[in-house]
């Protein structure tokens, strides 16, 4: 089990740019595949990005060319750098850890952090 807890949401103008932080506590950190995931109310959780234990990313079309995740296996840290933000970008986000290979199925994780909102206006 890995716990994560997500920050640095907030409120930008379309066009800007913003970084999200997911901390976890495990001792084995880098064997986990981490992903990031968004849900606005009432929709699906959708998976955006995730970088496996190698640091292959994986991106949605949504999201590709825009966003940018990455690790930082000593800090236990993931990242997620947001560029040309869109009002549709306005979303609670959440990371989430798998044991093993990546994916960008909500149903094959079980570690979530608690989501930080983050909203896009134009």
């Known amino acids: 089990q890995v716990q994560l807890g997500e920050s640095g949401g907030g409120s930008v103008q379309a066009g800007g740019s913003l970084r999200l932080s997911c901390a976890a506590s495990s001792y084995h950190y880098s064997g986990y595949s981490m992903a990031w995931f968004r849900q606005a109310p009432g929709k699906e959780r959708e998976g955006i990005a995730t970088?496996?234990?190698?640091?292959?990313?994986n991106y949605a079309e949504a999201v590709k060319g825009r966003f940018t995740i990455t690790s930082d296996n000593p800090k236990n840290a993931l990242y997620m750098h947001m560029n040309s933000r869109k009002p549709e970008d306005t979303d609670m986000y959440f990371c989430?850890?798998?044991?093993?290979?990546?994916?960008?199925?909500?149903?094959?994780?079980?570690?979530w952090g608690q989501g930080t909102q983050v909203t896009v206006s134009s």
């Open positions: 989430a850890a798998r044991w093993g290979g990546s994916s960008l199925n909500r149903w094959e994780y079980v570690n």
């Open positions: 970088i496996d234990t190698g640091g292959t990313t």
